[in-house]
């Protein structure tokens, strides 16, 4: 048998490396990132359920009026603010959202004076808008 050569010793170091490389799951055998590299992102910040927050949004970026507290963190715990800005319908309309997101989607239970207090302050502050100027109907408006 012929003796090693320089490229299966060359062949085996590497293979060893990146072995070990790979099994090193924490980094330490890898030392300091270099300075010109970007520093690593922040892991996102984690809710109860263990998985991220949908949004950064803030009380403030509702509309002001009563029961916009409520409002928000009763239907922020799931979706941003973008989603109820984006709704214009009636009361009825936002009761029957309600319901089924309580029924498909697993919403929380809300108390009955709560609830009250959440679909006054959607009905107020995100009517159904206005028809089209073509004289179709909306067909979301019904």
């Known amino acids: 048998m012929k003796g090693l050569r320089i490229s299966h010793v060359c062949a085996i ?50 509309p002001d009026g009563k029961g916009r507290e409520v409002t928000f ?11 109820i800005k984006a709704q214009g319908l009636t009361r009825e309309l936002w ?18 004076d709560e609830r009250a207090e959440i679909l006054d302050y959607l009905s107020e502050q995100f009517p159904p808008r206005r028809r089209a100027r073509s004289g179709g109907d909306n067909p979301f408006l019904k």
């Open 13 to 62: 170091a590497l293979g060893a490396a990146f072995i070990l490389l790979a099994a090193d799951r924490a980094g330490s055998l890898r030392g300091k990132a270099p300075a010109w590299l970007p520093p690593p992102k922040a892991p996102p910040r984690v809710v109860e359920s263990g998985k991220p927050p949908p949004h950064n949004d803030k009380v403030e970026d509702m």
């Open 73 to 83: 963190y009763t239907c922020t715990a799931c979706h941003g603010v973008a989603l």
């Open 95 to 112: 009761d029957h959202t309600f319901d089924m997101m309580l029924e498909k989607h697993r919403m929380p239970p809300v108390k009955p």
